[in-house]
């Protein structure tokens, strides 16, 4: 899931309005980066509605980017 010019930073959950959010820090070479990595969370089936809050340029060229998205809590088996 995590393209190898991608490095994550930080990660921090919290529940908002009944729904598990992420907001993920993260690091890549080039825009293409982050787009690889938005794609590849949604199409594992447990994030949703990914998208970057705030993208600025690093030191050496390196693209910090604040991304935000609900993970979709797996449904459990329920009482036996």
Same mark, same amino acid.
């Given at each position: 899931?995590? $393209? $190898?010019?991608?490095?994550?930073?930080?990660? #921090? $959950?919290?529940?908002?309005?009944?729904?598990?959010?992420?907001?993920?820090?993260? #690091?890549?070479?080039?825009?293409?980066?982050?787009?690889?990595?938005?794609?590849?969370?949604?199409?594992?089936?447990?994030?949703?509605?990914?998208?970057?809050?705030?993208?600025?340029?690093?030191?050496?060229?390196?693209?910090?980017?604040?991304?935000?998205?609900?993970?979709?809590? $797996?449904?459990?088996?329920?009482?036996?």
């Amino acid at each position: 899931t995590l $393209p $190898p010019d991608v490095r994550i930073r930080a990660v #921090q $959950p919290r529940v908002e309005k009944g729904l598990f959010r992420v907001v993920i820090s993260a #690091q890549a070479r080039r825009v293409e980066d982050l787009e690889s990595f938005i794609e590849s969370l949604e199409r594992t089936g447990a994030f949703s509605s990914v998208s970057p809050l705030e993208e600025t340029s690093g030191e050496n060229g390196v693209i910090d980017a604040v991304l935000e998205g609900t993970y979709r809590v $797996p449904a459990t088996g329920g009482a036996r």
